[in-house]
């Protein structure tokens, strides 16, 4: 158990529709960071929030957006759902003590969401 | 500009065999680090080593052993003795300061008993 937790562990919806996921980080950890896994494209960066403020974006579409919260928790935001965007969509939480050093701390993945669009 | 090649798509072993998987890694950077992640059938991905680019020592950790030349840029992960539970995908990472973490294309591991 890597100490991060996401809900939901499986959602399945429609196209068109808009759904929540959420993270919870490691206790201490302020940097938060998504990753969206598909079987064509690997595991693929989104954005990375640190301490409350986005830090690094990657190749996430604009339907998307994500946020942290004061409790340093996150949520991933994904609207007018297409069929594409089936995937296993993964949170990870890393200390980053220093916040000039980005992203070179390790990484501790939650269990993940698994998101059907049909 | 920052890569990772994972140029072993899928390997397929016995059990109690060796097996190497292999990572090259491209960066601009002298201060970098690399990582190895496990995804089991189970789906996590679970994290094996962080290196950093000082520190060439190689690794060992039970029948986990990893091996970085910065000569060639390659930080490989070696099983010895394999075991039919070591069966997953494996996922070196690339990370720099500043930057994102960069992730492999994967290798997947068949051990079969």
């Known amino acids: 158990d890597s100490g991060v937790t996401q809900t939901p562990k499986h959602l399945i919806t429609a196209t068109g529709q808009r759904v929540t996921l959420r993270c919870s980080p490691r206790?201490?950890?302020?940097?938060v960071y998504w990753y969206q896994q598909s079987l064509d494209q690997g595991l693929q960066f989104l954005i990375q929030?640190?301490?409350?403020?986005?830090?690094a974006k990657g190749n996430i579409l604009e339907r998307f957006s994500a946020q942290q919260f004061p409790d340093l928790h996150s949520e991933l935001n994904l609207s007018s759902l297409e069929l594409g965007d089936s995937a296993l969509y993964f949170c990870a939480s890393s200390v980053d003590r220093d916040r000039h050093q980005a992203s070179t701390d390790t990484q501790y993945f939650g269990p993940g969401t698994r998101l059907t669009v049909l | 500009a920052q890569k990772v090649t994972q140029a072993q798509t899928e390997i397929s072993v016995v059990e109690k065999e060796d097996v190497t998987l292999d990572c090259v890694y491209e960066?601009?950077?002298?201060?970098?680090?690399l990582f190895w992640y496990k995804q089991p059938p189970s789906g996590e991905l679970v994290f094996l080593i962080r290196r950093n680019s000082f520190d060439e020592q190689n690794e060992i950790s039970g029948r986990y052993s990893w091996n970085f030349q910065k000569s060639t840029s390659s930080f490989n992960f070696t099983i010895t003795a394999s075991q039919v539970v070591d069966s997953a995908v494996y996922f070196c990472?690339?990370?720099?300061?500043?930057?994102?973490?960069?992730f492999g294309a994967g290798t997947r591991l068949f051990v079969k008993a």
């Open positions: 990472a690339l990370s720099e300061r500043g930057f994102k973490t960069i």
């Open positions: 206790s201490g950890d302020l940097s």
């Open positions: 929030y640190y301490n409350g403020e986005e830090r």
């Open positions: 960066t601009r950077d002298t201060t970098y680090y």
